[in-house]
């Protein structure tokens, strides 16, 4: 098949019940039945990227030969002069995993099938076991351990403030209860979840509320269980310093976000003083804030977010960086990215080597109505079909019945703030 052409480019905008709010690009050519799907989910700023993409990539793109992925890719980057960015890089990384998945469909193989072939048979996750209480976080984490996972991020509401990844608050009555769910089943929960975590945050009864659950699910799992943790960039840098010292004895398997991207040359002075695993990339859109951490080994999993630094085609050359460097991939898949994006993941991890661990992005199962393919979870592990291409399609017309949450809340992350009101982080 060749001189096949790109015919439209459209962004979908959909947010199933037990969904996030998903963006997906639908690129079709000019070979009948012939189209590609990709990710753009950003789930607090969608119109832009929808704007990106069907304003100005959308007319650049239509006529292009769509065998040309990298050319087309370099193109595009360029074609705003000013570059990067979540909004840009968002449209375009959809853009590109549309293209692969063209690609995959061209020559009748997987996508990971394009990338070298499987180096593995499915990808290990890690799910999360959040809880308003000790004893609920363990009993979230046990939970996951009978049902296979064996990767676990654990995350505790600290007493009387609130704290990322749970539902506690310090403004909030704690007898609420906790909102926050054990894994990313329900992403409509997760969209809940975030829109209850402002309140009042202080870094030492955090600290100390995240040194004891630790030292609680240690000595509760013992050591068959790999342990991570999310400092979410809150803690003041040289309390974060400390904060991964104190980590050291439980081994984690890696403590993420420990530092802002502003913050970043404070991994030097952790290295110095711990071997705590850290791991560093979701918010990260720029090659240069990603190179140096790698290639001075101040990390040890690169979080990126695969749209949002661009699509698969930047996204496998961080890893054949990481993988020069020793460093591992990390690639970030909470239930807010679409189940297109989620198979774009998928598909790197299969074929990358330095592939480390992937972010459990289990979709609710009533998703596969709407994105039949999606790839499935079972026994800790994520597995992809063999069709061509990404393997995920979409009914773009049950899709478009169910839009976008138009409400502010659901848009936007709830400002955290500490006890004087200077704002903090989400
Ligand atoms: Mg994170």
Redesign the pocket.
Known sequence: MKNVKIRDVKAILTQPPRGGRFTVVKIETTEPGLYGLGDASYRTRPLAVKSAIVDYLRPFLIGKDVANIEDIWQSAYVSSYWRNGPVLNNALGGVDEALWDIKGKMAGMPVYDLLGGKAREAAALYAHASGGSLQETEDKAFALLERGFHYIRLQTATPGFATYGSSSGGDRDLNDGPKWIATNVDAADQEHAWAQQAGIFEPMPYMRSAIEMMAHMRNKMGWKVEFLH?A?ERLPAIQAVQFAKEMEPFKLFFL??LFTPGQVDWFKRVREQCSTPLSMG?IINNPLEIVPLVDQRLIDFIRLRVAHIGGITPARKYAAHGEMYGVRTAF?GPGNISPVGVAAHLHLDLAISNFGIQESSEHHESLAEIFPGMPEVHDGYMWANDKPGLGVDIDEEAAMKMPHDPTPSSGAFDNVRRADGTVVTP
């Open positions: 999310d979410h993420e976000d979701e970030q």
